[in-house]
């Protein structure tokens, strides 16, 4: 069984950062890809970054691209969000999950197998 869990959440200002981090546990941590996703209160959940198993090729969401940067440490079965330049519409309940190798695309939620609990990211205007 895997476990995630997310922290680093809170809340911000406008244009301000955070980093979340997502640790797994488990041995195989890096033969996976992950992924973020956020959900935000009366809309459906929504991708926001990828990286493969390596961490030698990422993948954002439009909305996120040049402001956020995913990234992941394998020796620690960590993997991050950094998130800069932070709006009010980023605010959202923020999860991470491990993709299910070889199954669907990077950005679609179906792709993926093991979710975190999430935590929360609010910007302030």
């Known amino acids: 069984q895997v476990q995630l869990v997310e922290s680093g959440g809170g809340l911000v200002q406008a244009g301000g950062s955070l980093r979340l981090s997502c640790a797994a546990s488990g041995r195989t941590f890096s033969n996976y890809a992950m992924g973020w996703f956020r959900q935000a209160p009366g809309k459906e959940r929504e991708f926001v970054a990828a990286i493969n198993w390596n961490g030698r090729s990422t993948y954002y969401a439009d909305s996120v691209k040049g402001r956020f940067t995913i990234s992941r440490d394998n020796a620690k079965n960590t993997v991050y969000l950094q998130m800069n330049s932070l709006k009010p519409e980023d605010t959202a309940i923020y999860y991470c999950?491990?993709?299910?190798?070889?199954?669907?695309?990077?950005?679609?939620?179906?792709?993926?197998?093991?979710w975190g609990q999430g935590t929360q990211v609010t910007v302030s205007s």
């Open positions: 999950a491990r993709k299910v190798n070889s199954v669907g695309g990077y950005y679609k939620g179906d792709s993926y197998d093991y």
